[in-house]
């Protein structure tokens, strides 16, 4: 399974804040490592003046000397925590950018809502604790040993050998162990992503399950896949006490074998005191960025489960469409023996469908539920490509037109359109935003939406019926003036009156000069339309 390195290349190439970053945590590596030899030497060697008798005026600079290093290293720490937060909420804010337009830029047949929903929100906030603390220590652990080795290979080559054959032992732990966190951390991140989605399609769906009586077998089921989440962080937090305890235990036991070798050489005066105070003061030192890297891992971990979501999303590559602008006047719609197979589906969704449609007409589209009606309208969007067959335009192939000048030529009514909080006047005019009053007025008619334009709307439509919102889906629709209108169960939830005036709108469109194809299940639909196509699991019927 791959995963993200520590020092992803991903991570600077679509966060530019990550390389200054890096820049800066070097830099003040550096300082960290100079401050902590500088510290251990005069700790050392004002130890050793004590014990050797020196007067307390001798005393003076050094330890002011001391002082002064200390707080430098205490500022070089603050620094450190301050550009770690300041350079995640950079790299969050660019990621979630990044993340969002690719997802608008998907198809929605390829779009992975419930990844994206939860990478926005939890998933990109854990990386937190990626840059403010895993990375910093993850500099810290090459630079700061590799310093003191250095200083104590000159000082007591004895002891550098020692550190220098332990030291490895730790990162080795720390891979094995990180191995076991990566599986669990994914595991983890799997059941959350899981979690999120039952949720938000059972929040969505909860009037119809009350009306159903199915909303308690769901709250099983959410209470199942909690418990799965549960587990699984439960799991991965055993994982990070134990790992800690073996680092420490590592770090500890290659302390005290330095100590005993140095406390063996001094008793034997092969090593003098203020060296032997050095070497016992560096040697913890040495090991302490690894031990925090491993400590610190386990905080980051979530934030890297959540990077490696979001370098798949954003290395996704929308499918690729023509770019010739599509023809002004639309005279044949050709459905060559379209059909849609889904993942995991054996049989094709729709089936292969033939069939024409042409200006002036009112062609509806029927069938059980689950034959791909729906698909068929995501096909001739642009939204969906063909798993076999073509579209033709006039002739030429949809899929040689570019996608966005296409859709311009289209007005699309969802089944469950989208409703944000504003007026009625304001939802409308999303299908034309510069449309004047009159116009919108005009589409609201045509839709028989008997209600003031300057009616509140709430959160997803509330304080609307839903006849009501399908009305508002359609008079968006028909702001547009496009020469094709495509609407998908335009009528559900109208009583029979409503329904056969806006049927009589729609059929005045087609007289117009406009194709104009409806899903529909209702019997006054399919009555109303010059034509309908009725898909089945096998065949179509015209």
């Known amino acids: 399974m791959s995963g993200v390195k520590p020092l992803d290349p991903r991570l600077i190439r679509h966060a530019r804040a990550t390389a200054g970053h890096l820049a800066a945590l070097v830099a003040l590596g550096v300082g960290t490592a100079v401050t902590v030899i500088a510290g251990a030497q005069l700790i050392a060697d004002t130890l050793a003046a004590i014990v050797h008798g020196a007067a307390p005026g001798t005393l003076v600079r050094p330890l002011a000397a001391l002082a002064a290093v200390f707080a430098a290293r205490a500022l070089i720490a603050w620094a450190t925590e301050a550009e770690g937060h300041h350079a995640a909420a950079r790299v969050k804010s660019a990621l979630r950018r990044k993340l969002l337009a690719r997802a608008v830029a998907l198809p929605p047949a390829d779009r992975p809502t419930a990844t994206v929903t939860t990478l926005a929100t939890t998933g990109i906030d854990a990386l937190d604790g990626y840059f403010a603390k895993y990375l910093p220590q993850l500099v810290l652990a090459v630079l700061v040993p590799g310093a003191i080795l250095a200083r104590l290979a ?11 054959v332990t030291l490895p032992l730790i990162p080795i732990f720390m891979i094995l162990i990180g191995l076991a966190t990566r599986a669990a951390t994914r595991n983890r991140y799997t059941a959350l992503t899981r979690l999120s989605h039952h949720f938000l399609d059972v929040v969505a769906g909860l009037p119809t399950l009350k009306v159903f009586g199915r909303a308690g077998h769901q709250a099983h089921t959410i209470a199942t896949i909690t418990d799965s989440y549960r587990r699984a962080t439960m799991r ?14 590592l770090a500890t036991l290659s302390v005290a074998l330095v100590a005993v070798g140095i406390g063996l050489r001094l008793v034997d005066g092969h090593i003098g005191l203020a060296t032997a105070l050095l070497v016992l003061i560096l040697a913890p030192e040495a090991y302490l960025p690894l031990r925090a890297v491993g400590t610190h891992f386990h905080a980051s971990a979530d934030g890297l489960a959540a990077a490696e979501e979001v370098f798949r999303v954003l290395d996704t590559t929308p499918r690729a469409t023509g770019g010739t602008a599509p023809p002004d006047t639309i005279t044949d719609i050709h459905l060559d023996g379209v059909s849609v197979t889904h993942p995991g589906r054996p049989a094709a969704t729709p089936p292969p469908v033939e069939l024409h449609l042409r200006p002036g007409e009112l062609v509806a589209l029927a069938g059980p539920s689950g034959t791909g009606k729906s698909t068929l309208l995501a096909v001739l969007l642009g939204f969906t490509a063909p798993t ?17 000048a296409w859709r311009h030529r289209i007005g699309w009514a969802a089944q ?3 409703l944000h909080p504003g007026t009625l006047a304001d939802n409308i005019r999303l299908g034309r935003p510069d449309a004047p009053e009159v116009f919108v ?5 045509d839709a028989c939406l008997d209600l003031p334009l300057s009616t509140p709307v709430g959160e997803h439509g509330a ?20 020469p094709i209108l495509l609407l998908d169960e335009p009528t559900a939830g109208l009583d029979p009156a409503t329904e056969a005036a ?20 209702r019997p006054g639909a399919l009555a109303a339309a010059d034509r309908t196509v009725t898909l089945a699991a096998t065949a179509v019927g015209s």
Request: net charge positive; glycine share 6%; hydrophobic share 55%.
């Open 154 to 164: 000159v000082t007591d080559p004895v002891t550098a050998v020692i550190i220098a």
């Open 236 to 249: 991965t937090l055993r994982i990070a006490f134990l790992s800690a305890l073996v680092l420490e235990l």
């Open 388 to 404: 076999a067959g073509r579209v033709l335009i006039n002739g030429y192939d949809l899929a040689d037109f570019d996608a966005d």
């Open 416 to 418: 469950q359109p989208y």
């Open 441 to 445: 007025a005009a589409a609201a008619r």
């Open 463 to 482: 304080g609307l019926s839903a006849g009501q919102r399908r009305r508002v889906g359609l008079a968006r629709a028909l702001l547009r003036d496009t």
């Open 502 to 521: 806006v049927l009589s709108r729609l059929r005045a469109r087609a007289a117009a000069g406009r194709i104009v194809l409806i899903v529909s299940h």
